[in-house]
């Protein structure tokens, strides 16, 4: 327990350095003021581009936005930019370590490969729920003000842990790259054919609709209040697959030498 104190503080110095909680809060907080603008603007912005006749026809085809398109402008940009610059910020947490020999120091002090790989996840994951947390609070708060409404807080907070649990699969599955690969470009070429492997197969039939891709894609359903009968079974699947990938890494460290 004193060496994973010890290393919490480690990364979460790490972290302040590196300024990897500014960065994705920009991120993130940058998708949530820009997304309730784009819903509800989009349309006055194609008019002023358009001529008029094109304009009007133009406007006649899409229905006037409404509050819920802000969260779904929201999650569209995070499930492409904002999951990518997750895994870009995270993708060699582990292999820098052990190219820069602090992993072989570490281990020779006692610390154990559980203790390693658990404090950069926790850390990592706390960094990555405080910005999506700030986000969302920020979404709902200038769709509110543009929209007049912007649904139930508690529904709204429930669309974006559902997505909170989609990074925290996608962390856990950088962890797992950084610790096999032999290079961190090797680590990020892995990190993005796991993420977009996610995404892929949850759009399978009949299998898709279990697989935790899923939590990325039908969050502002559930920011409306729509829980869908699949919810429970993405959640405990992402669960599993994020411990899964968490004790592949564990094991990958114990069964070299140090």
Same mark, same amino acid.
């Given at each position: @327990?004193?060496?994973? /104190? #010890?290393?919490?503080?480690?990364?979460?110095?790490?972290?302040?350095? /590196?300024?990897? *909680?500014? #960065?994705?809060?920009?991120?993130?907080?940058?998708?949530?003021?820009?997304?309730?603008? @784009?819903?509800?603007? @989009?349309?006055?912005? %194609?008019?002023?581009?358009?001529?008029?006749?094109?304009?009007?026809?133009?406007? $006649?085809? &899409?229905?006037?936005?409404?509050?819920?398109?802000? =969260? /779904?402008?929201?999650?569209?940009?995070?499930?492409?930019?904002?999951?990518?610059?997750?895994?870009?910020?995270?993708?060699?947490?582990?292999?820098?370590?052990?190219?820069?020999?602090?992993?072989?120091?570490?281990?020779?002090?006692?610390?154990?490969?559980?203790?390693?790989?658990?404090?950069?996840? !926790?850390?990592?994951?706390?960094? !990555?729920? *405080?910005?999506?947390?700030?986000?969302?609070?920020?979404?709902?708060?200038?769709?509110? =003000?543009? %929209?007049?409404?912007?649904?139930?807080?508690? =529904?709204?907070?429930?669309?974006?842990? $559902?997505?909170?649990?989609?990074?925290?699969? #996608?962390?856990?599955?950088?962890?797992?790259?950084?610790?096999?690969?032999?290079? !961190? $470009?090797? $680590?990020?070429?892995?990190? %993005?054919?796991? =993420? @977009?492997?996610?995404?892929?197969?949850?759009?399978?039939? /009949?299998?898709?609709?279990?697989?935790?891709?899923?939590?990325?894609?039908?969050?502002?359903?559930?920011?409306?209040?729509?829980?869908?009968?699949? &919810?429970?079974?993405?959640?405990?699947?992402?669960?599993?697959?994020?411990?899964?990938?968490?004790?592949?890494?564990?094991?990958?460290?114990?069964?070299?030498?140090?």
């Amino acid at each position: @327990m004193r060496n994973f /104190t #010890v290393l919490l503080e480690k990364e979460l110095r790490e972290n302040l350095r /590196t300024k990897k *909680l500014l #960065v994705l809060a920009c991120v993130f907080v940058s998708f949530a003021i820009l997304s309730p603008m @784009m819903a509800r603007f @989009m349309g006055e912005f %194609f008019e002023f581009l358009l001529p008029a006749g094109e304009a009007e026809a133009f406007m $006649a085809i &899409f229905p006037d936005p409404e509050w819920h398109d802000a =969260y /779904t402008q929201f999650y569209s940009n995070m499930a492409q930019v904002g999951a990518i610059v997750t895994v870009i910020l995270f993708m060699g947490l582990i292999h820098r370590e052990k190219s820069s020999g602090t992993i072989d120091l570490l281990f020779c002090k006692g610390v154990t490969p559980v203790s390693f790989v658990l404090s950069k996840f !926790t850390v990592a994951v706390s960094v !990555t729920l *405080l910005a999506l947390l700030a986000a969302i609070f920020v979404n709902f708060g200038y769709t509110l =003000y543009l %929209f007049e409404e912007a649904g139930q807080i508690g =529904y709204v907070l429930l669309g974006a842990a $559902a997505y909170g649990i989609f990074l925290i699969l #996608v962390i856990a599955w950088v962890i797992l790259a950084s610790t096999i690969a032999k290079s !961190t $470009a090797t $680590a990020a070429v892995l990190g %993005f054919v796991g =993420y @977009m492997l996610m995404l892929l197969l949850s759009s399978l039939p /009949t299998v898709g609709r279990f697989l935790p891709g899923g939590l990325a894609g039908n969050n502002t359903a559930l920011s409306m209040g729509y829980i869908y009968d699949d &919810f429970a079974m993405q959640v405990g699947v992402a669960v599993v697959l994020a411990v899964l990938c968490l004790w592949l890494a564990v094991w990958r460290l114990k069964q070299q030498e140090w």
